[in-house]
């Protein structure tokens, strides 16, 4: 049952907080657990989910509940990305209440991911967008730190916002739409189009989402959120937590009922292209590690929003690849960002240098996330790139085609200067005593580099079972 996607973690959360002994400790090995069995059941018995037609929640809450190969993708994105935070977590939030805490705000937000890349209907996903919202808010904070509380605040402030704008669009909805079904509002859309109210309500979700993805001009919450938030938070909320409430939503209900509205996909594919050049000049501009890494996001995402407004069936499947390549390659590089500060105790990249030598798993894994962000084969970034270009260019986009594949060079530039600061020439006087990171913090770069390697070399297989089925969703 779908719905097992949402109450077991949720039963979790209630068994690990009952007044019991000894029930914290099994905090980690739970959540990691379950977001293993998330990957296995998604990524290889999809056949479980497709024939449901009713569902246990559907039986006593009006939820409905689709499953298909965008929501298999995104979860099996939501587990990987979990797991790895979890050991991040576990390795770096030295505090054992807070570490348990932290693991519940995890379980939460997994709860409300899971639901979001699900439903089919507009009321319960904005419900569930904001469960993930408002774990985040906690989770950047949850030191209460003046930095975290700043993040957090400016996440909350924008956020509301953008709630705001949705909720108005909800309510302008009903008043052209008897139900809030995906698949009911896509019938009045598409009979009048060119209606003023439905553009509105259209344009005002739009805005709400392209906030909470931090795109330009709505990016400046972002990279405070993320160089702000614990490393564990971190890793999460720029792994895969905005790209699900974000991205990951606005491209869902584009192939649900906002294409049919037509300017919008010039709109998308304008603001995609000024995200990827502004994200890439401003993240050149950085010296604090996870301050680069977050604007480097923006910049990836914006090739994501850039396929998707070019409508196609190609550019779409390239733009949820893109979006399942960026939660592997970014959680990563945000996984070496924690790694750098568990042994430095800064994220300041003039204070570093020369660290190669010292963290060798660190510094390799991070240059193999780097390439594939980059869009260099053989890693799985270049083929996600490859193929946005590709879309791009056969739909006759020549020029956002020549934009896409020339932003990947300033990509690598910024990208070789933090390698260079970081990891590359001599070592930093004072640095001498530095050493690798333990095994707890050594296996969540393993695995993601592992995954950006094997999906990039064993591309065919991926091709042929995830990506190919993706253009049939936006064909339908």
Known sequence: MLSALILVPFLVIIFLNLPLKGLRKLAFPTAAGLSLLQIIFAAFYPALFWDIQRDFLSTFFNFRFSFDAFSQMMLIAIGLVLFVSLFVARFTILDELKRFYFVNLLLLAFIGMNATVMMQDLFSLYLFLEVTAIASFIMISIH????????????????????VLMLSSIALMLLFSPSLNFAVIKAVVMGSPGSFIIKLSIGLFLCGLLIKSGLFPFHWWLPDAYSAA????????????????????????????????????????FIGALSIITGALLAMAQSDFKRMLAYSSISQVGYIILATGCATPLAFAAAAFHLFNHANFKSLLFVNAACVEKRLGTTNMQEMGGLGAKMP?????????????????????????????????????????????????????YLLTLQRKVFFGQLKAGLEGIREVGPGLITPQVVLALVIIFVGIFFPVVLHNFILPLQNIFIK
Do not use: C, H
């Open 230 to 269: 614990p490393s564990a938070a971190s890793v999460f909320l720029a792994g895969i937590v905005t790209k699900t409430v974000g991205v990951y939503v606005l491209m869902r209900l584009f192939i649900s009922f906002f294409g049919y509205v037509g300017y919008l996909q010039q709109v998308l594919m």
């Open 361 to 413: 798993v660190t510094s390799i894994t991070s240059i193999i996330a780097m390439l594939s962000t980059a869009g260099i084969p053989p890693f799985s970034g270049f083929w996600s790139k490859f193929l946005i270009v590709l879309a791009l260019y056969a739909a006759g986009n020549y020029f956002y085609a020549g934009l896409a594949l020339l932003a990947s060079i300033l990509t690598l530039a």
């Open 144 to 163: 209460k730190d003046k930095l975290g509380l700043e993040g957090a605040f400016k996440y909350l402030l924008l956020s509301a916002f953008a709630t």
